[in-house]
């Protein structure tokens, strides 16, 4: 019998509607601020020019982090830059926290914000969304701005479950300069091609494997991006401690209380910096717990 | 006494100079195309899982290349991708061949197209640009997307002699759609800040380190963006096996004969896929000199 593998947008509603929250706890290990003692030792070490040691320490943080929140929320989101800030050593803790979240429920978002076009663009995808590639992941984020050939290869992974997050209109002050959300700016353009590419994907709740990445503090503006991609998952970074509440995204998700994931990385992370022993993972528990409730209660119902 | 750094636009110029041609060879290791018995042992040890071994065929075939190319050319521009598919072992490798360049006095652009925010981008930058980061290159390419805060922390490592490249117009077919190159569309408003960061640069040849990457094949467009970014090393891919032509790239240079780069990959290393032993490197050798001596007869004298 023929296994049916799930698109990767039915895949995120599901993970979702089991947690009956659409959070997504985003992992940026910053060495400074490790809990307790992990802090000095990590940024030590890599003083030191010991980065593998930095790298098993970020490494035991990270797999700490994902056991802590792996029962509160659906899916979490390594950010690649502070592995790779690690060296080959970073990498190598990143590919082992990936694989631990997959192995807890959890769908991974390999934050890359990878963008290039040819075999080079089937080389990142190969990395991150083929079951064999070196950091197998549910989905990737991807930066647009080589034009629609440098998203193409992603598509080849839809089929065995994978998506994408398309950098399409983000909330830090200087991209309005240059994202320019009118019909003739790179956004809407994008925009259009992410829409186009969830036009076949009716099956689960209707959402298909191409999301979108949406600030979280553009409230006037969520309504028409969802309007214009009514079949994409948007990812939405800024709840929390970058400052959008629960009225900014509200907007965000559709109707039916689906396609959005809220992501917060500071607030859930941070508040362990002053732990020592075991009671920092108790803390980012809580604090996952506490991010979930939050997004389910700014949640659209049905 | 003090020692005084050059900055990058002008190591950049002094390296040109040195070996009388902007040429640089660009290093994909695709694995099926490594020479002789190389591409069916690495393929075979990815397959089995041992990307480790893997690693290790493409790392001693980019240190061959790497010296084979080191006298003739004066940077190589290593694409991130192809290691990062072999994962952590990969990223090591690379980290090893950007060493081993530097090591043999060749200016190395790093092209991972990263693009990022905040404490992410600064993870990045310390990445590629810092000294004591895990793989220190002299340069990066970056992709501007999300505004100009995703390029401002990399101008920390300029007074280190470090530089970066940012995408502004491309020649992909797909690219028009979407950077749209009118006054209002993200090209043309990413290349007014390459402008503007390089204002203040006019030592050494009066380029800065702010550098654009623009097609090679973009021969009607490439006069007008010479023209508005004159202090701005061009990165300009698709000589050779792209298509592009010396009258292509004629105009990408400025009259001075500088503020071009012109990069090859496949035209350079994949000649060698038929050969074993140590021929390849002769082959390679060879390769990088004629596409040298492509580049010297296609540059406008001064």
Known sequence: MAVVIKQFGERLALAVEAKLSASCVGIDPHLGRLPGSMAQAASAALEGGDSEQAASIVEEYCLGVVSAVAKHVPAVKPQAAFFEQLGWAGVRALERVVAAAREQGLLVVLDAKRGDIGSTARAYAAMGLSASGSCPSDAMTLSPYLGPESLAPYIDYFGQGAGVFVLVRTSNPGSLLWQAPNEEGIACRVSDWVREQNGPYTDGAGLGPVGAVIGATLREEAASWRARMPRAWFLVPGFGAQGATADDIAPHFRED??????????????????????????????????????????????
Do not use: K
Not at 275 to 282: A, H, M, P, R, S
């Open 257 to 302: 209380g689906l396609g959005a994931l809220i992501t917060a990385s500071r607030s859930v992370l941070y508040p362990a910096s002053g732990c020592d022993g075991l009671d920092w993972c108790e803390q980012v528990s809580h604090r996952a717990e506490a991010f979930a409730a939050d997004v389910r209660a700014a949640t659209p119902s049905a």
